[in-house]
């Protein structure tokens, strides 16, 4: 099968004058329409008509224009629907859009929200990391004769190295020179 050409900017830009077209005349039609009168519906019937086959060739068209095999569903059997994957949009993105908002104050919320969740992840990271090494330390002193387990699984669990330290935004050093806990146990 020979390749489909991206379509023209003429033919896309047509399509969606054809559809404004048919929201205009549903306008129209909507705004002077006759409940007794039958041509009136019989109108309006054939207007959603060609409001529907008009998105339909939109669509269609822009359903070709993307990008092939890389995003094929391969389990999509059912013939009415394309079978490309679309760009999927956040719902909160929509609604910020929906609302009058910026879109870009959803993306740096979110940006901000998540930097939030990885210094807390971090955090208990590092919490973990130091209670194991404290943990083992004890045990050592406590039951020496554990000891060589004890630090066979420090070290399997990536024990006895320095913590690794946090780069701050803005590439400001602290006080400490960047090291996060004072040095490491090697």
Avoid: C
């Avoid at 979110?110 to 404290?134: H, I, Y």
């Amino acid at each position: 099968m020979a390749p489909v050409d991206k379509p023209d900017h003429n033919l896309v830009e047509q399509q969606i004058k054809d559809i404004i077209q048919s929201l205009f005349q549903l306008m129209v039609q909507t705004s002077t329409y006759d409940q007794a009168g039958r041509p009136t519906s019989t109108i309006l019937s054939a207007e959603l008509t060609t409001l529907s086959s008009s998105l339909g060739r939109l669509s269609r068209t822009a359903v070709s224009s993307l990008p092939a095999p890389s995003h094929l569903h391969a389990n999509n059997n059912d013939p009415r629907q394309p079978s490309v994957k679309l760009p999927e949009i956040p719902e909160p993105l929509i609604e910020y859009v929906e609302a009058g908002r910026n879109p870009d104050i959803y993306t740096r919320e979110f940006v901000e929200l998540v930097r939030r969740m990885n210094q807390l992840a971090r955090g208990k990271e590092m919490a973990f990391t130091k209670f194991r090494d404290v943990l083992a330390e004890e045990m050592g002193r406590a039951m020496p004769e554990l000891k060589q387990d004890v630090d066979r699984v420090v070290e399997a669990t990536g024990g006895r190295e320095a913590i690794r330290p946090v780069v701050k935004e803005g590439g400001g050093s602290g006080a400490g020179g960047g090291e996060g806990n004072g040095g490491g146990k090697s």
